[in-house]
């Protein structure tokens, strides 16, 4: 038996959810689409859909069911139940899959407690966990963004918290030292030990089989409750090889996120696509991408099946994060010269700072942290509108009061 729908999203996670939303504004007739994923529970927020979204009429939720096969001149996907499922026009949200040790030949990490934070059900396991090993122990393993996230929420929940990365600073693909240093000191005082410059390289067990220490290269040994990984993703493309055109990891979209195949679109982490702004190719795992791409897509495809044109994606790259009750947000660019501006001192009672990243005589990112939300406009305008910088001392003197003059007199 087939199931046949105008529309199928596949995929359970941030971009599903959106894109749902999307088409539920843009009006649907009952039936008409249908999200698969393999998990067991609606997208979530990843919680983008209320229980109107829901409404079974409206959208048929598919859950629990992995598609094992995608035939994408047929039109149609295969279930592990054998289930076949087709479609007029298909949304690939597919996301990311967190890279396992186990993976990467590391000793002993199928260790029970050995943590991975992607689904919901990650989510519900280490909370148990935490409850289980009250004032216990954490390691960390890796210092990027969902690492330096799970080490403030471990800490917060009273658990002795030590991060292991290898960078030389936490957040390397973002923070420059400056700015990693005052977070680093700031995690410190909340009492969060660092490791840098060293690698897992296996895990001991106790008697019940779960995580007891974790060996580092360098040869110390941590003991360890609780270890939770952080340590990359990968874009979930395997169903679509050799069927659509990729580029950088990902699938290859336009800046309607339409792929090489009429009628099929991909969105979210899968999505290599254009960024108008620096006239390149880029595949981008944040949130914010998620969501927005997920609409832009569904207002094309409406748009299409109107006659209707829409403006193509015009992606600001943006990054944020709240940790310990401090929050710090990127907008933009991070190459070029950096400027640091404002009082980074971890010592500080009330830290404000940011950075400005130039290239070319241009500002092309921004970076600001600390309780400065009305700064956040300000700073997205200067990283939008790139505007020129004559005196690189005096923009550290002006700090956010540049931003602030360039978005007032909307200069460029």
Same mark, same amino acid.
């Given at each position: 038996?087939?199931?046949?729908?105008?529309?199928?999203?596949?995929?359970?996670?941030?971009?599903?959810?959106?894109?749902?939303?999307?088409?539920?504004?843009?009006?649907?007739?009952?039936?008409?689409?249908?999200?698969?994923?393999?998990?067991?529970?609606?997208?979530?927020?990843?919680?983008?859909?209320?229980?109107?979204?829901?409404?079974?009429?409206?959208?048929?939720?598919?859950?629990?069911?992995?598609?094992?096969?995608?035939?994408?001149?047929?039109?149609?996907?295969?279930?592990?139940?054998?289930?076949?499922?087709?479609?007029?026009?298909?949304?690939?949200?597919?996301?990311?899959?967190?890279?396992?040790?186990?993976?990467?030949?590391?000793?002993?990490?199928?260790?029970?407690?050995?943590?991975?934070?992607?689904?919901?059900?990650?989510?519900?396991?280490?909370?148990?966990?935490?409850?289980?090993?009250?004032?216990?122990?954490?390691?960390?393993?890796?210092?990027?963004?969902?690492?330096?996230?799970?080490?403030?929420?471990?800490?917060?929940?009273?658990?002795?918290?030590?991060?292991?990365?290898?960078?030389?600073?936490?957040?390397?693909?973002?923070?420059?030292?400056?700015?990693?240093?005052?977070?680093?000191?700031?995690?410190?005082?909340?009492?969060?030990?660092?490791?840098?410059?060293?690698?897992?390289?296996?895990?001991?067990?106790?008697?019940?089989?779960?995580?007891?220490?974790?060996?580092?290269?360098?040869?110390?040994?941590?003991?360890?409750?609780?270890?939770?990984?952080?340590?990359?993703?990968?874009?979930?493309?395997?169903?679509?090889? #050799?069927?659509? =055109? +990729? /580029?950088?990891?990902?699938?290859?979209?336009?800046?309607?996120?339409?792929? @090489? $195949?009429? %009628? *099929?679109?991909?969105?979210?982490?899968?999505?290599?696509?254009?960024?108008?702004?620096?006239?390149?190719?880029?595949?981008?795992?944040?949130?914010?991408?998620?969501?927005?791409?997920?609409?832009?897509?569904?207002?094309?495809?409406?748009?299409?099946?109107?006659?209707?044109?829409?403006?193509?994606?015009?992606?600001?790259?943006?990054?944020?994060?709240?940790?310990?009750?401090?929050?710090?947000?990127?907008?933009?660019?991070?190459?070029?010269?950096?400027?640091?501006?404002?009082?980074?001192?971890?010592?500080?009672?009330?830290?404000?700072?940011?950075?400005?990243?130039?290239?070319?005589?241009?500002?092309?990112?921004?970076?600001?942290? #600390?309780?400065? =939300? +009305? /700064?956040?406009?300000?700073?997205?305008?200067?990283?939008?509108?790139?505007? @020129? $910088?004559? %005196? *690189?001392?005096?923009?550290?003197?002006?700090?956010?009061?540049?931003?602030?003059?360039?978005?007032?007199?909307?200069?460029?």
């Amino acid at each position: 038996m087939v199931k046949t729908f105008k529309y199928i999203i596949l995929g359970g996670g941030v971009a599903a959810g959106y894109a749902a939303r999307e088409f539920a504004k843009q009006g649907l007739k009952p039936g008409e689409l249908a999200i698969i994923s393999k998990e067991a529970v609606a997208p979530y927020e990843r919680t983008v859909l209320s229980k109107s979204y829901l409404h079974p009429e409206c959208i048929e939720l598919i859950l629990s069911t992995e598609i094992v096969k995608a035939d994408l001149a047929a039109k149609s996907l295969t279930s592990a139940g054998g289930e076949t499922f087709s479609y007029q026009i298909l949304l690939i949200a597919t996301g990311s899959t967190v890279i396992r040790l186990s993976d990467l030949g590391v000793q002993g990490a199928d260790a029970k407690n050995i943590f991975y934070f992607r689904e919901i059900d990650d989510a519900d396991k280490l909370y148990e966990a935490i409850k289980a090993k009250k004032n216990g122990k954490a390691v960390v393993v890796g210092g990027e963004h969902i690492g330096m996230e799970l080490s403030a929420m471990l800490r917060c929940n009273n658990l002795d918290v030590t991060m292991v990365y290898p960078e030389p600073w936490c957040m390397s693909r973002l923070f420059t030292s400056d700015i990693a240093a005052f977070n680093e000191g700031y995690y410190a005082k909340k009492g969060v030990n660092i490791m840098k410059r060293t690698v897992v390289v296996g895990f001991t067990a106790n008697s019940d089989g779960e995580v007891k220490e974790v060996k580092l290269k360098d040869g110390r040994v941590l003991e360890a409750d609780i270890v939770v990984v952080g340590d990359g993703i990968r874009p979930q493309t395997a169903l679509f090889k #050799g069927q659509v =055109e +990729e /580029e950088k990891g990902g699938i290859k979209t336009d800046g309607f996120f339409k792929t @090489s $195949v009429p %009628n *099929v679109y991909a969105v979210g982490d899968v999505a290599t696509f254009p960024v108008k702004l620096y006239n390149e190719l880029r595949r981008v795992e944040y949130a914010e991408h998620a969501c927005q791409s997920a609409r832009k897509a569904v207002e094309a495809i409406k748009a299409a099946e109107e006659g209707k044109t829409v403006e193509e994606y015009d992606y600001l790259p943006v990054l944020y994060s709240h940790q310990f009750g401090h929050a710090w947000e990127f907008y933009g660019d991070n190459v070029g010269d950096t400027v640091l501006f404002g009082d980074s001192s971890p010592e500080s009672s009330i830290p404000k700072f940011g950075s400005y990243w130039i290239k070319d005589g241009k500002v092309v990112g921004a970076f600001w942290q #600390g309780r400065i =939300e +009305e /700064e956040r406009d300000a700073m997205a305008y200067v990283a939008r509108v790139r505007p @020129s $910088v004559q %005196n *690189v001392d005096e923009l550290a003197r002006e700090g956010f009061s540049f931003a602030r003059k360039i978005e007032n007199f909307g200069l460029e």
